[in-house]
């Protein structure tokens, strides 16, 4: 365990499932996505996003999830890294992690639009070139969705 496990555990007892919490539905996250202006946002359309927020966080706004790799955390629906976007001191999306947790998605939607515009685009987070990126089936994650 890291000297950050006990952290982490606090973290998780305390962020993961704060009261009134919950997994949000597919169309509910397509919804959301596409009234934060996210649909063909830098080109990317609205299903290539849902498609990464299931992949990063099956629909978890609340989810807190360490990284081994650069022992991070990823906060909310997108898994954004505090340890650049929105820890003190290299705060690049100008939020407090906590603040990507919230279901409103107002500001995690504020800080992708911000990730996504950088060199990699949607390819900043690997989980959408592995599973979304090529996908034949994206269209599927807008299925029966009334936007």
């Not at 555990?9 to 397509?30: H, K, N, S, T, W």
Request: aromatic share 10%; charged share 25%.
């Amino acid at each position: 365990m890291t000297m950050r496990a006990p952290a982490l555990l606090f973290l998780l007892g305390c962020l993961v499932v704060p009261g009134g919490a919950r997994i949000l539905g597919r169309c509910e996250v397509a919804r959301k996505l596409h009234e934060g202006g996210l649909d063909y946002f830098e080109g990317y359309s609205l299903a290539n996003w849902v498609c990464l927020a299931y992949f990063e966080s099956k629909f978890n706004p609340s989810a807190v999830y360490e990284n081994e790799q650069d022992d991070s955390l990823g906060y909310g629906l997108f898994q954004i890294r505090d340890n650049k976007w929105c820890e003190p001191g290299r705060n690049l999306c100008h939020v407090a992690c906590s603040e990507l947790l919230n279901p409103n998605l107002k500001e995690t939607i504020k800080c992708v639009k911000k990730i996504v515009k950088g060199k990699r685009g949607l390819g900043a987070w690997p989980s959408w070139s592995l599973l979304c990126r090529y996908s034949d089936t994206l269209a599927r994650w807008l299925d029966g969705c009334k936007l």
